[in-house]
C-alpha cells in the first residue's frame, strides 16, 4: 500500500508520525535495491554510496545471503539463543573466532547493533578489570545508548539534552596531521588524564576506532596505536578497538586492526557484520570474555537466528569474491581520480583513506577553514544527479565513500562521473 503513495504524500505522513528527533537525510522512500543501487517509490534510480551507512559492503540482496535467510526461514526465526541455543550462533563465533587479528583463544558474543556491542565491551572490560575508567576520543562515535553517548566525542547533534550521561568516562583528542594534533600530543593527553583526572589503576578500558568513522574518516596512525597499546600495558588497561563502522572488509582487509602491528584486547562489530540484518559482536580473548557471570550478556534478539544465517553468508562472500582486496583497488582508484581533481578545485583540503574507507574534506581556499557549505552542495549536486553520499566530520566538512565492495565496474564509473561533476561544479 504504501509504494503506491508519491514520494510528497509520504513525507506529510511522516512528519505527521514520527519524531524530528529521527533525523532522515533524503525526502525520497525506497521502493527496492539491488547490489549498489536503488531505487524509489516513484522509480528513480540512485546509485547508493551509503549502503546504509556503511552496512552492505556485500551490496544490497546478495544472493547468497538471500538464499542463507531463507533457509533459515523455512527453520525458526526465534528462540533466544539463551533460551534453547543453535548451532548457527556457535559456527558464527568460532568463524569470527579464526578471522580476528590474534593467535590466542579467544571467544564471541552476539548482539543487535553498533552501541549495543560497545555497552557490552564496557561491561567485559570492568567486570574484567574491576575498574570504572574509560578512556575515549574527540570525534569519536560509538552509539546513541547512554554509555555510547557519553563515549562519543562529538555534543551536536548526539549529545545535546540527553545528559548525565554514565559518570568516569574521559576524552583525549584524536591525532590529525590536518589539524594540527599529533601523535605525541595525543599520546601526552591521555597521560595528563592519569594526572588531572583518574589514576591510571581506576582506568578498565582505551576505546577507540581505528580508523574514526562518523568522526571524518581519520585513521589513528601506527605509532598512536603502539603508542596506546603500551600505555595499556603499562597500567593493565584493555585496548578496545570499536571496528562497527571500519571492519567488514572496508579498509582493505576484514578488521582495520589488522593494518597494525599490535592488537586490541576487545573487538567491537556490526554494521557490514551481517549485510543488512541487525547484527553486533564483541569479540576478545578468552580470558577477558568470560569474565561477566553467566546472564551478565545477551539480550531476547541478541544473535537472531536470520541475522547469524546470513553473517554466516557473508563471510564466505568475502572469501569467495575477495572483498576486502576488491574494495582496496576500488578505494585506490578513487582517491586517484579525487586526486586529479584537486588542480581544479581548490576547495578539497585533503583526500584520505584506508582501502575503501576513502573521505574527501573540503576547507574555505581562502581561509583555510572547513567548508560546510561546499561539503553539502557537493552532496546535493551529487544526490540531484542519482548519487547518494553521506558527510561526516566534526565540522560537517568531509564525504565519505560507502559502496558496496560488489559495486559493478561500470555503476563505480558511473557514480565517478557523476562526482566529478559534484565537486567541480558545487
Ligand atoms: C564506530 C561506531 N561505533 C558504534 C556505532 C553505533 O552503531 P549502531 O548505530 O548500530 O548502534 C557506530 C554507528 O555509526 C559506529 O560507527
Redesign the pocket.
Known amino acids: 500500500m504504501t509504494s503506491k503513495a508519491t514520494n510528497q504524500e509520504l513525507q506529510q505522513r511522516k512528519n505527521a508520525a514520527t519524531p524530528r528527533g529521527v533525523g532522515v537525510m533524503c525526502d525520497f522512500y525506497a521502493e527496492r535495491a539491488s547490489n549498489a543501487e536503488l531505487w524509489d517509490v516513484e522509480g528513480r534510480r540512485f546509485i547508493d554510496f551509503a549502503a546504509g ?2 552496512v552492505l559492503n556485500t551490496g544490497h540482496r546478495h544472493p547468497k545471503l538471500l538464499d542463507a535467510m531463507r533457509a533459515q526461514l523455512d527453520k525458526f526465526t526465534h528462540t533466544a539463543y539463551q533460551i534453547v541455543p543453535y548451532a548457527s550462533y556457535v559456527e558464527l563465533a568460532e568463524r569470527i573466532n579464526a578471522v580476528t587479528p590474534g593467535n590466542y583463544p579467544k571467544k564471541t558474543a552476539f548482539f ?7 555497552e557490552n565491551a564496557i561491561k567485559i572490560a570492568r567486570a574484567y578489570t574491576g575498574r570504572p575508567g574509560v578512556i575515549a576520543f574527540g570525534g ?6 547512554m554509555m ?1 553517548m557519553a563515549l562519543t566525542g562529538k555534543v551536536a547533534p548526539y549529545k545535546l539534552g540527553f545528559g548525565p550521561f554514565p559518570g568516569e568516562v574521559f576524552h583525549a583528542p584524536f591525532p590529525s596531521a590536518l589539524h594540527g594534533i599529533t601523535t605525541e600530543q595525543a599520546l601526552d593527553a591521555v597521560k595528563a588524564l592519569f594526572k588531572n583526572d583518574i589514576e591510571a589503576k581506576r582506568v578498565a578500558a582505551i576505546i577507540l ?1 581505528p580508523v ?3 568522526g571524518g574518516f581519520y585513521a589513528a596512525p601506527a605509532d598512536f596505536m603502539r603508542g596506546l597499546r603500551a600505555i595499556c600495558d603499562e597500567h593493565g588497561i584493555l585496548l578496545i578497538a ?5 571492519g567488514y572488509g572496508r579498509t582493505g582487509k576484514l578488521f582495520a586492526m589488522e593494518h597494525y602491528d599490535v592488537l586490541p584486547d576487545l573487538i ?1 562489530m ?2 557490514s557484520l551481517a549485510g543488512g540484518m ?1 547484527l ?1 559482536a564483541v569479540n576478545g580473548r578468552a580470558e577477558i570474555m568470560d569474565a561477566p557471570a553467566p546472564g551478565g550478556l545477551g539480550g531476547t534478539y541478541a544473535g537472531n537466528p536470520l541475522a547469524v544465517a546470513s553473517a554466516l553468508a557473508v563471510l564466505e562472500v568475502m572469501e569467495e569474491e575477495k572483498l576486502p582486496a576488491r574494495g582496496q583497488r576500488l578505494g585506490d582508484k578513487l582517491q586517484e581520480h579525487l586526486n586529479e581533481w584537486r588542480s581544479a578545485v581548490p576547495q578539497i583540503a585533503e583526500v584520505r583513506g584506508v582501502g575503501a574507507m576513502v573521505a574527501v574534506e573540503f576547507a574555505d581556499p581562502a581561509t583555510g577553514k572547513p567548508d560546510a557549505e561546499y561539503t553539502k552542495k557537493v552532496q546535493q549536486h551529487a544526490l540531484n544527479n542519482g548519487l547518494l553520499l553521506l558527510t561526516c566530520g566534526s565540522y560537517g566538512n568531509v564525504i565519505r565513500f560507502l559502496f558496496p565492495l560488489t559495486i559493478p565496474d561500470t555503476v563505480m564509473d558511473e557514480a565517478l562521473g557523476i562526482l566529478a561533476k559534484a565537486i567541480k561544479l558545487a
Request: hydrophobic residues 30%; glycine residues 14%; negative net charge.
Open positions: 551507512i556503511a543487535s547493533t553498533g552501541a549495543e556491542a560497545v569519536a562515535f560509538h552509539g546513541r545508548t555510547g576506532e574514526q568513522g562518523e570499536d571496528e562497527v563502522q571500519s567491537t556490526a554494521k541487525p553486533s
